[in-house]
């Protein structure tokens, strides 16, 4: 399965728990291709090409392979494309040969994979682009398919954003329902910094609670849902003393003006959460 590696994934045990999901281990009958078994010899070969039919940021393809090589160790393949590389329409991602029940089977875990991680990579890198020349960084957020999020926050990286927090472990996010609770934005800050708590990021929705976070101890700052007037002001407020992050319902359309404001991040759940799956086809020829 090559050199592939990312963090908190576990590559084969995607592979073979997607599989065995398509193949329906467990299920009465399950654990079998039964139309490639079926219709297809076992001993014949085909060749193939994964093109894109969309201009894509590629995503996903050493993840492909792996689902080729678990069924068909042997199987010859060929990577065209680097991760994270823009092509036009009509691109080849990948040749192969191998064979050809192992192809038919792993088909459609493998497309689905490229298409939705190239997808998610493809919307990033045209907010990246959106942004223009302003300093802030695109951030994804937590808005992931559950048990997909190590992929598709890889997917954001490749399209050019920076990943937010991995899960609810590594930073305190402190929203309005834990000021509700705690009673407040300052004592929610607080409460977070007497548990030892070392990053701490704390929602904000009107620049009168600003201060009160940044001196209970705040070292990250999400303005939301606010005015590209606010977001000024809220950043001239800070006056540098913690990171400014907008978010919420940042569209295309409007990233760019969000940017422009002075704040130092922009994060858009979208990217994970909506990415439409890029067209990328496998067309096959007996050998």
């Not at 139309?35 to 996903?60: K, L, N, Q």
């Not at 691109?91 to 939705?116: C, F, I, K, P, Y």
């Not at 939301?224 to 540098?240: I, Q, W, Y």
Request: hydrophobic share 45%.
């Amino acid at each position: 399965m090559g050199g592939f590696s990312v963090q908190g994934f576990d590559l084969p045990a995607f592979v073979a728990a997607t599989l065995a999901e398509d193949l329906g281990e467990g299920w009465p009958g399950g654990g079998r291709d039964v139309t490639s078994e079926s219709v297809i010899p076992a001993e014949a070969r085909f060749a193939g090409v994964m093109d894109s039919r969309d201009a894509i940021v590629v995503c996903g393809l050493p993840i492909a392979e792996a689902f080729f090589r678990s069924l068909d160790p042997d199987m010859e393949i060929a990577l065209l494309c680097e991760e994270g590389q823009s092509v036009p329409p009509g691109t080849d991602l990948m040749r192969l040969s191998g064979n050809a029940r192992a192809m038919l089977t792993a088909e459609r875990a493998a497309l689905n994979t490229v298409q939705h991680l190239s997808g998610i990579a493809t919307m990033t890198r045209d907010y990246v682009r959106a942004m223009g020349e302003t300093r802030a960084v695109l951030l994804d957020t937590r808005k992931t398919i559950p048990g997909l999020r190590h992929l598709e926050k890889y997917a954001t990286r490749t399209g050019g954003a920076q990943n937010h927090r991995l899960g609810l472990w590594d930073a305190a996010m402190i929203k309005d329902n834990h000021v509700l609770v705690a009673g407040g934005v300052g004592e929610a800050v607080r409460r977070a910094k007497a548990a030892g708590v070392e990053r701490i990021i704390c929602e904000v929705d009107s620049i009168d609670q600003v201060e009160a976070a940044l001196v209970a101890g705040a070292n990250h700052l999400l303005l939301d849902n606010m005015s590209t007037d606010e977001l000024r002001a809220c950043v001239a407020l800070v006056g540098g003393r913690a990171p400014c992050e907008a978010s919420g319902g940042v569209r295309l359309d409007t990233i760019g003006a969000i940017a422009a404001t002075g704040v130092d991040f922009v994060s858009v759940g979208r990217l994970t959460q909506s990415a439409p799956a890029a067209d990328i086809g496998l067309d096959f020829t007996p050998l």
